[in-house]
């Protein structure tokens, strides 16, 4: 119950990005079942999207999707947190990209990673370990 009591000690304004991060995470996970051709023609471009996006807002998103994906009783991986804080940012007209990369480790694995940026941002991290970037969009 911890958790419940700092989820409830939060201002008004991170309750409802909580809130929506849950919704876009839960929503995030069954739309990737779907071509994933298909899913990223549904996300608009950046060129589309007007507003570069206020850094502390950004933050914010970036709080809520990682605070919420403690909470999700289901595992997600770095696709779909991308994906929900993309959604997140499309929906207030805020442009961001998201990248898909590539690294090899112990020379044997191909780890795949996916990282969101908006106004040089991470949204959702890149981590420390260097990816070759293979797909933006």
């Not at 929503?27 to 507003?51: A, M, R, V």
């Not at 991986?77 to 090899?104: H, T």
Request: aromatic letters at 16%; glycine letters at 2%.
């Amino acid at each position: 119950m911890n958790w419940f009591k700092k989820i409830i000690q939060l201002p008004l304004e991170e309750k409802i990005l909580f809130v929506e991060a849950v919704f876009f995470l839960f929503f995030s996970k069954i739309f990737l079942f779907l071509p994933f051709k298909f899913c990223i023609s549904q996300l608009d471009s950046i060129e589309s999207l007007p507003q570069k996006g206020d850094p502390l807002l950004l933050r914010k998103v970036k709080l809520a999707v990682a605070r919420a994906n403690k909470l999700a009783f289901w595992q997600n991986i770095c696709l779909v947190k991308s994906f929900a804080a993309r959604f997140m940012l499309q929906r207030r007209q805020i442009g961001s990209i998201m990248y898909l990369g590539l690294q090899y480790k112990n020379n044997k694995e191909l780890v795949a990673h996916a990282w969101l940026i908006a106004n040089e941002v991470y949204v959702t991290p890149k981590g420390r370990t260097r990816y070759k970037e293979i797909f933006s969009f």
